[in-house]
């Protein structure tokens, strides 16, 4: 009788410690896409960043094109305390051959992963404007949202979302 509640114990601790490690030996390594590197927070928003690049992906998640920009100055952002901004555009003339600046205020926020703004260029499409965050960090900011309707035309057809790395400044 000894001899099988012995047996039985050290079954039962047995079975416990494989239990209690199962979960380091399954885990695997979750995906970068997806992983937030900094928890997301107001505070680290808050300043001047300016668009270094801009990703276009497929269904997949793999990179179809990329665009650093062009002719003109990036796209510098000032993220306010307050939930505003300031985001200033520039655009090639043709014409006259020079880079036109395009100022335009909005607004923004930040709820749990996900980044919305507001501004004239959103409103036209698709309205206020929803991002995953997949990285928020003092010097970086990286978010990714589906492809806009209005956008369509202006990229690949397998493209269906886009990836924006801004920098502070």
């Excluded at 505003?84 to 100022?103: A, N, Q, R």
């Excluded at 909005?106 to 499409?125: A, C, L, M, R």
């Excluded at 010097?139 to 979302?161: R, S």
Aim: net charge negative.
């Amino acid at each position: 009788m000894k001899k099988i509640l012995l047996t039985a114990l050290s079954s039962i601790v047995l079975c416990l410690s494989f239990a209690a490690c199962s979960d380091d030996d399954d885990s695997t390594p979750a995906s970068s896409e997806n992983v937030i590197l900094s928890p997301p927070n107001s505070e680290k928003l808050i300043g001047k960043w300016v668009y270094e690049k801009e990703s276009a992906l497929d269904a997949d998640g793999k990179v179809v094109s990329i665009y650093f920009g062009d002719k003109c100055p990036s796209t510098v952002v000032d993220f306010k305390a307050d939930g505003t901004l300031v985001e200033t555009v520039y655009f090639y003339d043709d014409m006259k051959d020079v880079c036109e600046p395009d100022t335009l205020n909005g607004k923004w926020s930040i709820n749990g992963d996900t980044f919305t703004e507001e501004n004239k260029y959103t409103e036209v499409g698709e309205g206020i404007s929803k991002h995953t965050i997949i990285r928020l960090s003092d010097d970086t900011f990286e978010i990714e949202a589906p492809l806009p309707k209005y956008l369509a035309g202006d990229y690949k057809p397998n493209v269906v979302k886009l990836q924006y790395i801004l920098k502070k400044l």
